[in-house]
């Protein structure tokens, strides 16, 4: 992927970051994986990238078997917070982990609007389409 499209979402994340202190991780990866670009405090971005990826398809599949149609978002809550895995257009995923005194509301709006922009991006940049 090219420098330009890493950097224009490494700064859409940080802006993000900035405007919700709470949040402990955020990441950008694609349907297979890789990491595009992450800010995490803790944690191997590699695997977490990964296992997001694998959540989001493994999630799709069980929402398809139940016919609830197309999934939008996975919600991960844990005794310390709360992960989110969106997806971002056919080939990315958007992942931001939140402690616990982050509003639920409030991350599902950030999810949303952040990852309008990130599919843009793919989209204008014409990111590779994953087989």
Known sequence: ?????????????????????????????????????????????DRVGAMSASLLALSAAASREVALGPLHQVILNGAEGTMLLTGTGKDHVLLIAADTKVNLGRLLLHAQSVGNRLAELATRSEVPVLA
Do not use: H, Y
């Not at 949040?23 to 990866?29: D, E, K, M, S, T």
């Open 1 to 45: 992927m090219e420098q330009s499209v890493e950097k224009a979402a490494r700064a859409i994340l940080r802006q993000l970051q900035g405007t919700e202190p709470g949040i402990q991780a955020l990441a950008w990866v694609d349907r297979a994986g890789q990491v595009v670009t992450a800010l995490f405090q803790t944690g191997n971005q």
